[in-house]
């Protein structure tokens, strides 16, 4: 009974949305802090679809491929290390400009610069220990999740519920 997830049409200005998908992951801080439902809910309360989701422990090799756009960078390594000191839990989120959702949900990098509201602003407070990371455009999403998901751990499915958040 779900909308197809090529499009989303809006009744009201009857423009049409691309769904897209994000890579999340929240990092070893927030599994150690038991911020997993709180943040998972979030995403879920906003209207994004999970459609993957596991738990994973990382090891160096991935972590160097997903951070690989900053090797080189003083704090490559530290990244790495930090990725790769504890368990994650990995999913990927569908929605309407969900790339743009996401990071507007997940607040500025740092989390001293983070808003009231944000995941960042609202449970992190020093450098690293920021708690989660989402994909910043849909190339980067595509690289990020084939990193971390098979094709066939990603689904596709509508919800009853979904009228209710697109139309």
């Known amino acids: 009974m779900g909308l197809p997830s090529e499009a989303i049409a809006e009744t009201s200005s009857h423009k049409e949305y691309r769904l897209e998908r994000s890579l999340v992951i929240v990092k070893p801080d927030g599994v150690q802090r038991g911020l997993v439902g709180a943040i998972i809910g979030r995403f879920e309360a906003r209207g994004l679809?999970?459609?993957?989701?596991?738990m994973i422990s990382v090891d160096k090799n991935l972590a160097e491929r997903h951070y690989d756009v900053h090797r080189g960078k003083p704090f490559f390594e530290a990244l790495v290390d930090y990725i790769a000191s504890g368990p994650v839990v990995t999913m990927v989120v569908e929605g309407p400009e969900a790339i743009k959702v996401v990071r507007s949900m997940v607040g500025a990098t740092r989390p001293h610069e983070a808003a009231p509201g944000t995941i960042r602003g609202d449970f992190a407070l020093t450098g690293?220990?920021?708690?989660?990371?989402?994909?910043?455009?849909?190339?980067?999403a595509r690289a990020e999740m084939s990193l971390?998901?098979?094709p066939d751990e990603v689904l596709s499915?509508?919800?009853?519920?979904?009228r209710w958040i697109y139309e």
């Open 148 to 150: 971390f998901f098979r």
């Open 128 to 140: 690293l220990r920021n708690l989660i990371h989402a994909s910043d455009g849909p190339e980067t």
């Open 157 to 162: 499915y509508g919800r009853d519920m979904d």
């Open 49 to 54: 679809r999970i459609v993957a989701l596991k």
